[in-house]
């Protein structure tokens, strides 16, 4: 009896996972779009980074490194501007301001399970039909450097998976936060903003002051992009490889235990608007 209980309820979370990843490939056209996007977007930073190289007496970074590692972070986007990062925070903002937050309160499943049902399946869809595609054109088309060892190749993609572990809890902290502010959009453009920076998407690491790196080296966001990228570039190689996935994974029990304390007081002064 005990052991059919965690069973049913994975066959229920797997159950709402395979209904929203079919939900989202209903909208090819959206993916088609989302692969565009991102390949234009990748053309521009590919050109803004060609001038500033090309400029520079001197950079910290060979070019091949430095085109990889930003074309791989656009290709996979996860830290900024992907679905599963900012849907949950939309839909919850939502939720709160109509009142349909009483009827998510009431389901069989916990609002955190809710949100992370919804944010798992649009990083898995995202992943199979919009960050695979991208990768491959970038290595065919515009010759990326692939990852230097297959232990490298390995660990990328889990590093990913990790690397969304901290963004959800990241959002799951603001999420529980808007008990207080009944509203996280204004929160949710300033985590934007942050993550733009910290995560390591838009400007790698080493283009940092070196008191800016002392400082983003002990932040989570650097699990949300800069070591999955680094480990692909080879930065992070070796032995350095468990101990980098071992970090993500602290700093994403970390985030989601600090939501958690949050969500135990939120309960205690929550308020339903709308209805």
Request: glycine share 6%; aromatic share 14%.
């Amino acid at each position: 009896m005990t052991a059919a209980l965690p069973m049913n309820r994975f066959n229920r979370f797997w159950g709402l996972i395979a209904i929203y990843v079919k939900e989202r490939i209903q909208f090819r056209f959206a993916f088609f779009m989302t692969i565009f996007t991102t390949l234009l977007y990748a053309v521009m930073y590919y050109m803004v980074w060609k001038a500033v190289y090309n400029n520079s007496t001197s950079f910290p970074m060979d070019w091949d490194e430095l085109i990889t590692y930003v074309m791989i972070g656009q290709a996979v986007n996860m830290a900024r501007l992907s679905p599963a990062e900012r849907r949950p925070l939309l839909t919850m903002g939502y939720r709160i301001r109509n009142g349909d937050l009483a009827l998510d309160l009431l389901r069989p499943i916990s609002l955190q399970g809710q949100r992370f049902v919804e944010s798992f399946s649009y990083f898995l869809s995202e992943f199979m039909w919009v960050n695979i595609p991208v990768l491959l054109l970038m290595i065919f088309g515009l010759r990326v450097s692939l990852p230097p060892t297959t232990a490298a190749a390995l660990a990328f993609p889990l590093s990913l998976l990790i690397g969304f572990l901290i963004g959800f809890a990241l959002n799951l902290v603001i999420l529980t936060m808007a008990f207080w502010t009944r509203n996280i959009f204004g929160a949710q453009i300033a985590k934007r903003a942050i993550v733009d920076i910290f995560a390591g998407t838009l400007i790698p690491f080493k283009l940092f002051p070196h008191w800016l790196q002392v400082i983003v080296e002990h932040l989570p966001f650097k699990g949300m992009a800069y070591i999955p990228l680094s480990i692909w570039t080879g930065d992070i190689a070796g032995k350095e490889i468990p101990l980098a996935l071992g970090e993500q994974l602290i700093w994403a029990a970390l985030l989601y235990g600090v939501a958690m304390l949050i969500w135990r007081h939120a309960m205690k002064i929550i308020v339903i608007q709308g209805g």
